[in-house]
């Protein structure tokens, strides 16, 4: 359990670090569109800055296999929320992003649901679950990536618009967080086949099974949306956003797919159903929209 805890802090300090350093990167890009992916792909190749935080971010996944081998998935993803924390601090001292009060509350919720899922696992036994049926699998996660492209076009649409109020991209972050949904759950699934004694014989079966493609499918998708979205809004919000939906839709479906129990303790049920709650809050105490800024001119 203690490999694992730790294994998710190093994911989430690679994750918000990643994040941080593409944001710097697209600040200066000429404008991104989903619409377009290849342009987008190669502008973001031309750019070191993007590359390191990138790479940066591959090595969060890397320890989110790890985290997968030794913990239940819905006490890993309550960890991973820690993250927030720290992408925060980094965006107001890197990127000069504000957050506004409310955003901080928000944090602070963050905050108490990491200390809530951490002590569910106290003493904790539970099975820890490595495949998943693939009808069951797929059942839940293509109307899940349909979904969250049906969303994100419909953000685009709204963006469009003349005269709209200035958008946080709480849509956005919704739409990528179905994405990255299902990626977790792809990742949960190949951390089960590569944590085999026998890893040459385990690969026939990896290709056999849905995860390898739908991790390929949801991170090349995944990937403009995302970084389309980060240079048109602020880290510190779609950062978040992203995360609490990712985390919500990735225990309430992988705890189905690969059958994984809740804690029969009722204390430690209590814990770690309410921290995902206080997570799930974030997300609802958040603003949809920027305050417009103030024409010149004008009186106060």
């Known amino acids: 359990m203690v490999w694992g805890v730790a294994a998710a802090l190093v994911a989430n300090v690679l994750y918000s670090t ?11 890009m000429p404008p991104l569109s989903a619409a377009q992916p290849g342009r987008a792909l190669l502008l973001l190749a031309g750019r ?4 390191c935080g990138a790479t940066v971010l591959a ?7 790890a985290v997968y081998r030794t913990l239940p998935i ?5 960890l991973f929320l820690s993250g927030l924390v720290l992408l925060l601090v980094l965006s107001s001292v890197v990127l000069g992003e504000r957050p506004s009060g409310r955003e901080r509350r928000a944090v602070a919720v963050i905050g ?3 200390v809530m899922v951490v002590s569910s696992l106290y003493g904790s036994s539970e099975e820890i679950s490595h495949s998943a049926p693939a009808g069951l699998l797929l059942a ?11 969303l994100y076009a419909a953000a685009e649409r709204r963006a469009r618009r003349r005269h709209r109020q200035p958008t ?3 849509a956005y972050a919704v739409a990528v967080g179905l994405l990255y949904g299902v990626s977790s759950l792809a990742i949960k699934g190949i951390s089960g086949h590569l944590g085999t004694s026998d890893l040459q014989g385990s690969v026939p079966a990896l290709l056999a099974s849905p995860y390898p493609y739908l991790l390929l499918l949801t991170g090349s998708s995944g990937l403009v949306l995302s970084q389309t979205a980060l240079q048109r809004c602020r880290a510190s919000l779609i950062v978040p956003v992203c995360s609490t939906v990712t985390c919500v839709f990735t225990i309430v479906s992988g705890t189905i797919a690969f059958s994984e129990p809740l804690p029969e303790d009722p204390l430690r049920l209590l814990l770690r159903i309410g921290g995902t709650a206080l997570a799930l809050t974030v997300l609802l105490t958040l603003p949809r929209h920027d305050a417009a800024p103030a024409s010149e001119g004008t009186l106060p």
């Open 168 to 170: 946080t991209g709480v």
């Open 48 to 51: 070191p800055l993007w590359i």
């Open 18 to 28: 990643g994040f941080v350093l593409e944001k710097r990167a697209l600040a200066g």
């Open 140 to 150: 839940l996660c293509l109307p899940t990536l349909a979904a969250g492209l049906l």
């Open 74 to 78: 819905a006490a890993a993803q309550g």
């Open 59 to 65: 090595l969060g996944f890397v320890a989110q296999l």
């Open 112 to 114: 108490l649901a990491l």
